[in-house]
């Protein structure tokens, strides 16, 4: 009984010293992105979101349109990921190195292309 009480006592003091040290060391999600590699996006926007935020609207003090608008604008090639990404940079809804990610743009396009496509 004695051995029993002192063993789970060790446990509990281990469990006690651990679990601080481990919940301290938690560290940003991994991305699996090749493009987000060496790039602190704690504040960022997924591309997939960006567009959508744009679809829906929250860019129009931007100039950005929303809705059918945004189709026919991107169609046109009126509006690109670029000037998307500007408009979010604007809005501190991204930092400003995003400005400069080629990868982040890339992967807008991507989704912006799915916008006009059938």
């Given at each position: 009984m ?7 006592l060790t446990t ?5 010293a ?8 938690q560290?940003?999600?991994i ?5 987000a ?6 504040n ?7 567009a959508?935020l744009?679809y829906?609207g929250y ?10 608008a945004?189709?026919?604008?991107i169609?046109?090639?009126s ?6 990404i500007?408009?979010a ?8 190195q ?15 292309k799915?916008?006009?496509?059938d």
């Open positions: 004695r051995r029993s009480i002192s063993t789970m509990l003091l281990l469990c006690a651990i679990l601080p040290a481990a919940a301290q060391s560290t940003a999600p991305s699996l992105n090749p493009y590699a060496n790039q602190h996006r704690a960022q926007i997924r591309p997939f979101n960006l959508y744009a829906q860019l129009k003090d931007q100039g950005i349109p929303s809705n059918g945004l189709m026919s604008a169609a046109s090639g509006i690109t990921a670029q000037d998307i500007q408009a940079v604007k809005t501190n809804r991204l930092p400003e995003t400005l400069n990610d080629q990868g982040y743009r890339h992967n807008l396009e991507e989704q912006l799915g916008f006009t496509e």
